[in-house]
C-alpha cells in the first residue's frame, strides 16, 4: 500500500474513534443566546449545568433516556423539545429560541461551533448522535 494511502486510513481510524462526524452547525452567539433561555425555561426541572431534577440531566451518560440508550439523534431530541418542552408549557418558544437552546445543549456537550447558524430545518433533520463530547 503507498504510504499516503495507509496514512490517510490511519488518520481516518483516529478521527472515527475520537470524535464522532459532527454534521449539524452552530455559532457562538446562538450558543450564548440558549445559555440564557435555557437558565430562564429549563434549568427549574433539568439543573442550571443539565445536571438533572425533576427532569433528565441533558448531559454525561444520562442525555439519551429519551430514547433508551439508543442512537438518539439531534433531530430527534430537537423535535422532542420544540414539541413536548417545556414540560409545563409545551410549544411555547418560537422557532429561533427553540434552535437556540438546541445550540446551547450541543455547546455544552462538547460539539464545537461552526461557520453555519444552525436552522430550524437543519436540526429537525440532523442525523448527528447526541452525546456528550466532554
Ligand atoms: C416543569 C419541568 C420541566 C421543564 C420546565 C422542562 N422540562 Fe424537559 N423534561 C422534563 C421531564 C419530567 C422530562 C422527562 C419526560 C419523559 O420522560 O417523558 C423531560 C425530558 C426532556 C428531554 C428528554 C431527555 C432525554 O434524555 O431524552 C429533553 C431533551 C428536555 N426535556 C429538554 C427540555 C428543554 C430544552 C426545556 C426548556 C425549553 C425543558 N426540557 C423544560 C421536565 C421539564
Known amino acids: ?14 478521527a472515527a ?4 462526524p459532527q454534521n449539524v452547525s452552530y455559532s457562538a452567539a446562538q450558543a450564548s443566546a440558549g445559555d440564557k433561555l435555557f437558565a430562564a425555561k429549563c434549568s427549574a426541572c433539568h439543573g442550571e449545568h443539565l445536571e438533572g431534577g425533576a427532569g ?3 448531559t454525561g451518560a444520562t442525555l ?7 442512537k438518539l ?10 414539541q413536548q418542552m417545556p414540560l409545563n408549557e409545551p410549544a411555547s418558544l418560537t422557532h429561533d429560541q427553540y434552535v437556540a437552546i438546541m445550540a446551547y445543549i ?11 447558524p444552525l436552522t430550524y430545518a437543519a436540526a429537525t433533520n440532523s442525523t448527528t448522535v447526541v ?3 466532554k
Do not use: Q
Open 106 to 116: 450541543l455547546h455544552y456537550n462538547g460539539y464545537k461551533t461552526g461557520v453555519k
Open 64 to 70: 439519551n433516556t429519551l430514547a433508551k440508550n439508543t
Open 73 to 82: 439523534t439531534v433531530g430527534d431530541m430537537f423535535t422532542f423539545i420544540s
Open 17 to 20: 474513534a475520537g470524535a464522532p
Open 131 to 133: 452525546r456528550s463530547l
Open 1 to 14: 500500500m503507498p504510504i499516503a494511502a495507509a496514512i490517510a486510513l490511519g488518520l481516518g481510524a483516529v
Open 56 to 58: 433528565p440531566a441533558l
